[in-house]
């Protein structure tokens, strides 16, 4: 078995952004304020590995209501490349005080080789809670594969559960419609779980289910034991409620007799051949 490839992934995350982040902002406490500098913000480009996809704008406007309050308390950190600087972190802050429309911004220019940007950027937003769960799921696949290391390694390295780790990266295999409907929050993670191990076709039925007929993941998961258990769902048939499909099933059977009956979409409709059986509906009903 070959050895697990050992990189300064493997400190940890201290020891990573122990270079970067902390050891600057320990130095910015001990009185070294010459080291923060004010950057002219067109000369600053996000940092290419950068994990996160989506960004809450309203989040950001508030952080730029508190710069404009307050000033930026914490510079940004980026790294000199080429005749600019490239973002190490401070995304939300950079990008809340372009709303401000300020040319400079307060930054620390760091020492750090441009090859340990990948593991810092995805290991810092690892950490945040903004991330959503199919950016994070790729985010710990690249770590995974990059630094060749376990999920055992990975759940020590940022702290998290590996059952939680597991069930992040099993996103991955759901299909691209289910994972842009999870970015876009039209289904929560809790749905999507749901759907991990359906058939392409079968997880693309009751995924327009979910997000047609609104249902919960308590639905969604009677929907998904019916499908296993054999149970055929047609696609005009997507919610014929989960809940109660022995009601409606019953239902069915005892309308039968007064007509062709067809139970759909929350409708019921029933086609009656001749007059005589509109009148014995009539006369049961009433």
């Given at each position: 078995m070959a050895k697990t490839k050992r990189t300064g992934l493997g400190r940890g995350l201290d020891a990573i952004l122990g270079d970067v982040e902390l050891a600057y902002t320990k130095e910015l406490e001990s009185g070294k304020k010459d080291m923060v500098l004010e950057l002219e913000i067109d000369k600053i480009k996000p940092?290419?590995?950068?994990?996160?996809?989506?960004?809450?704008?309203?989040?950001i406007k508030e952080l730029s209501q508190s710069i404009e309050r307050h000033g930026l308390i914490q510079p940004i950190i980026v790294f000199e490349k080429d005749d600019g600087y490239c973002l190490i972190a401070g995304e939300r802050r950079l990008r809340a005080t372009k709303l401000l429309n300020k040319k400079t911004i307060k930054a620390i220019v760091a020492d750090i080789k441009s090859q340990n940007l990948r593991e810092l950027a995805l290991i810092e937003n690892i950490q945040r809670e903004d991330l959503n769960p199919v950016e994070l799921a790729h985010s710990y696949k690249?770590?995974?594969?990059?630094?060749?290391?376990?999920?055992?390694?990975?759940?020590?390295?940022?702290?998290?559960?590996?059952?939680?780790?597991?069930?992040?990266?099993?996103?991955?295999?759901?299909?691209?419609?289910?994972?842009?409907?999870?970015?876009?929050?039209?289904?929560?993670?809790?749905?999507?779980?749901?759907?991990?191990g359906l058939e392409k076709e079968e997880e693309i039925k009751v995924l327009n289910t979910i997000i047609g007929q609104k249902l919960n993941v308590r639905e969604t998961e009677n929907l998904v034991k019916r499908l296993k258990n054999g149970e055929k769902i047609e696609k005009t048939r997507e919610k014929v409620e989960p809940l109660f499909q022995d009601e409606i099933k019953s239902l069915k059977s005892k309308l039968d007799k007064f007509g062709k009956v067809n139970i759909k979409n929350r409708k019921i409709t029933i086609e009656f051949k001749e007059i005589s059986q509109i009148q014995n509906l009539i006369n049961k009903i009433s």
């Amino acid at each position: 078995m070959a050895k697990t490839k050992r990189t300064g992934l493997g400190r940890g995350l201290d020891a990573i952004l122990g270079d970067v982040e902390l050891a600057y902002t320990k130095e910015l406490e001990s009185g070294k304020k010459d080291m923060v500098l004010e950057l002219e913000i067109d000369k600053i480009k996000p940092n290419p590995y950068q994990p996160r996809e989506i960004f809450d704008e309203s989040a950001i406007k508030e952080l730029s209501q508190s710069i404009e309050r307050h000033g930026l308390i914490q510079p940004i950190i980026v790294f000199e490349k080429d005749d600019g600087y490239c973002l190490i972190a401070g995304e939300r802050r950079l990008r809340a005080t372009k709303l401000l429309n300020k040319k400079t911004i307060k930054a620390i220019v760091a020492d750090i080789k441009s090859q340990n940007l990948r593991e810092l950027a995805l290991i810092e937003n690892i950490q945040r809670e903004d991330l959503n769960p199919v950016e994070l799921a790729h985010s710990y696949k690249e770590l995974i594969d990059e630094y060749q290391i376990t999920q055992e390694d990975l759940s020590n390295i940022i702290k998290k559960s590996r059952s939680q780790i597991t069930n992040t990266l099993r996103l991955l295999t759901l299909s691209k419609e289910t994972m842009e409907a999870l970015k876009e929050n039209k289904i929560s993670q809790g749905h999507a779980k749901v759907l991990v191990g359906l058939e392409k076709e079968e997880e693309i039925k009751v995924l327009n289910t979910i997000i047609g007929q609104k249902l919960n993941v308590r639905e969604t998961e009677n929907l998904v034991k019916r499908l296993k258990n054999g149970e055929k769902i047609e696609k005009t048939r997507e919610k014929v409620e989960p809940l109660f499909q022995d009601e409606i099933k019953s239902l069915k059977s005892k309308l039968d007799k007064f007509g062709k009956v067809n139970i759909k979409n929350r409708k019921i409709t029933i086609e009656f051949k001749e007059i005589s059986q509109i009148q014995n509906l009539i006369n049961k009903i009433s």
